[in-house]
């Protein structure tokens, strides 16, 4: 049975387990899957010891996967320029291989599930931090038309815009109606958005937040009171899970049934 695992501090809340091993099954794959709190102090000595008692693959979560990048002998493209990973595993040389799923996953969650095209769009991401960091690259490649950082500190914005070739900009001197918004700040958690001027949104604007939650978001009842429609990121949750299960095993899982049965688990809990 090949072990895997998800590092992170907190970490008893991750449904990661519960995802990997529905796959595991749905695929028969031969796996076992655990939680691991990561320690700040030892956490790159607890990797190490991991995979050298013969654990086959990690996700990584908050706070590590900076670290995570850290401590890598060979990273994807898309890893190098999101300068996380949340992916590892152990190569046949012993060379510690790192990469990022977020962007994957989201990106494959708006275009497969819920059939929205990025292709030519005019596209706004709200916030600037390691979460929006990391899904520049896989948006960008979809070809839309532009996309714009907006965040509350502009300079944040700036740096990560001439780091990927978009827009940067200030909530105050946004303009017209978005297609496509994705919200990437945690203000759906925190229940505070930021200064999002009405003009941003109309009926035909469709918005993603990166976040989910039982009920509608914060930020999705923003999009649904000026029109909008859009959906919320557990399919991101799903699918970059999926895609961290095809680096491990080469085996592509299915992520309807598990992505409709976690819902219907949020919405009764």
């Not at 695929?27 to 102090?41: C, F, K």
Request: hydrophobic share 40%; aromatic share 8%.
């Amino acid at each position: 049975m090949d072990q895997y695992a998800v590092f992170g501090n907190p970490i008893a809340h991750s449904k990661s387990p519960d995802i990997h091993m529905h796959f595991a099954k749905e695929t028969q794959q031969g796996i076992n899957y655990m939680r691991i709190l990561g320690d700040d102090v030892e956490f790159e000595n607890q990797v190490r010891a991991f995979f050298e008692k013969d654990g086959k693959g990690l996700n990584v979560t908050s706070p590590f996967k900076d670290r995570a990048f850290a401590m890598c002998d060979v990273l994807s493209s898309r890893a190098k320029k999101a300068g996380a990973v949340n992916t590892l595993m152990m190569g046949k040389n012993g060379e510690l291989f790192g990469d990022t799923t977020d962007g994957v996953g989201m990106v494959r969650d708006i275009v497969e599930t819920h059939q929205q095209s990025l292709k030519g769009k005019r596209i706004l991401i709200i916030g600037a931090g390691g979460a929006v960091q990391g899904i520049l690259d896989n948006v960008l490649a979809e070809n839309p038309s532009s996309v714009t950082i907006a965040n509350r500190t502009v300079e944040k914005a700036q740096v990560l815009a001439e780091k990927f070739g978009c827009l940067a900009s200030s909530f105050e001197a946004l303009e017209g109606a978005f297609d496509l918004i994705i919200n990437g700040t945690s203000a759906s958690r925190s229940s505070s958005l930021p200064p999002l001027k009405d003009e941003l949104a109309n009926e035909r604007t469709w918005c993603y937040d990166m976040t989910y939650g039982k009920g509608t978001t914060v930020f999705l009842q923003w999009a649904i009171d000026h029109g909008a429609t859009g959906a919320d990121g557990l399919g991101m949750l799903v699918g970059q899970a999926a895609e961290s299960f095809y680096i491990w095993r080469q085996v592509r899982p299915d992520m309807a049934s598990l992505l409709n049965a976690m819902r219907q688990q949020l919405e009764e809990s």
